[in-house]
């Protein structure tokens, strides 16, 4: 650290930058300040001055405000608070819903044409819930430190806060959610389930089965296991996947794969569409999701669920024989992965294989925009865009894109 760290400047933020940070000058050098909106003017504390390319800051004051700022739905996140005391998790708390939906479209069709190379604009849609984007999440990790104090880490730190309200979890995990010391443990999971009680996971304890809902259709998987955080994600990406799939390229008898499956919600929604006859190979490296999804997608005969990781799987497609190879290039590849993306070796086994269309969810903007370029270079075409405040108050958005061959 240098001789800047602590000092207080003025700023004027003029974007937002992927990340949930807004972009301000100082002196032609730039600074990455948090808890700002693009537009008003700060006072901001500098924290890491140690690249000559950029600094950091946080902001504690505000000195004239953008017209979308208002109260910060947690206060344990708000400017009141120290910045090295405000809770993490709630980045956009600070700024009104429809503006922070403004700036995660921004922040996407940016990383579409500086990542992608593609010109694209997209509305981010939002999801059933409170207007001010609270109560959704019914998944929350709590974290305790030497001392016992539970809580969420503060905000790009790993020390843990104490907070008296958690409120954009659903009413089930806060009311859970443990308030007074702890040991012995480093975490405590609350979650609360479609489907029975919610319920706490202290530590490292051997996973319980539990069962989500989704419409009609109802799920099982391990209460340590993946499963979308937003109450309503779940229906909303099934939906979404279905919407993205053109139905004249899709043939349920190919050899249609579901790449990084969990426990097969995304390769369930294909399925609906498809019908009965349908045939897919739902692929995920977590041994115990593949057992979820192999009991989860038993009502289709043609589903298998296979334990492996994806990028190595796919490398056995450049071995398949001519039969198969014709299924493939018929095929509906549905891609999930984390939030690193696919990434190009993945990418390039799939589309050597030459499949009808591919439909990739994505939980980052900028690996999204980066796997998007490498399929364009590729010869697969971005079709339909849609995106999804699924983390309302945070930086994140979610993506669905449809890409069919040149």
């Not at 403004?102 to 992608?116: C, H, N, P, S």
């Not at 349908?278 to 296979?306: C, Q």
Request: proline residues 6%.
């Amino acid at each position: 650290m240098g001789e800047n760290v602590g000092r207080e400047v003025e700023l004027e933020p003029q974007r937002i930058a992927h990340g949930g940070i807004s972009v301000a000058r100082l002196d032609g050098r730039v600074v990455f300040v948090s808890d700002a909106i693009p537009g008003e003017r700060v006072v901001a504390r500098i924290t890491d001055d140690r690249k000559k390319a950029f600094w950091q800051a946080d902001t504690v004051r505000v000195l004239q405000p953008s017209p979308h700022r208002r109260p910060h739905v947690w206060p344990e996140a708000a400017l009141e608070r120290d910045p090295d005391e405000r809770a993490g998790g709630a980045e956009f708390g600070h700024i009104a819903v429809p503006h922070q939906r403004e700036l995660k479209a921004q922040v996407l069709t940016d990383a579409l044409q500086r990542f992608g190379g593609l010109e694209r604009r997209v509305e981010v849609e939002g999801l059933p819930g409170p207007a001010d984007g609270t109560r959704w999440r019914t998944r929350v990790r709590l974290h305790v430190d030497d001392d016992g104090v539970v809580g969420p880490y503060a905000a790009r730190s790993h020390r843990v806060v104490p907070v008296a309200s958690l409120p954009l979890a659903v009413e089930a995990v806060e009311a859970l959610a443990p308030r007074d010391g702890m040991t012995g443990v480093d975490t405590v999971d609350v979650l609360a389930p479609t489907e029975g009680e919610a319920r706490l996971i202290v530590g490292r304890q051997t996973p319980s089965a539990i069962r989500e809902r989704v419409g009609e259709r109802e799920f099982r998987l391990d209460d340590d296991g993946f499963w979308q955080v937003h109450r309503a994600a779940p229906e909303t990406l099934s939906s979404a996947v279905r919407d993205a799939v053109d139905p004249e390229l899709l043939d349920p008898r190919a050899a249609n794969l579901d790449l990084y499956g969990g426990v097969g919600l995304l390769a369930a929604a294909l399925g609906d569409l498809a019908g009965p006859a349908l045939r897919i190979t739902s692929v995920e490296s977590d041994a115990r999701a593949t057992e979820h999804a192999a009991e989860n997608l038993a009502e289709w005969i043609g589903a298998r669920a296979e334990t492996g990781r994806v990028e190595r799987w796919v490398r056995g497609l450049a071995d398949a024989s001519a039969t198969e190879r014709a299924r493939l290039g018929a095929a509906t590849v549905i891609l999930d992965p984390p939030r690193a993306g696919a990434g190009a070796d993945v990418l390039t086994a799939i589309a050597a294989v030459r499949p009808a269309q591919i439909v990739y969810v994505a939980c980052d903007p900028v690996a999204f925009a980066r796997d998007a370029g490498v399929l364009d270079g590729l010869g697969y075409t971005l079709g339909s865009l849609r995106a999804f405040d699924l983390f309302p108050n945070t930086h994140h958005v979610e993506a669905v894109g449809r890409f069919t061959r040149e």
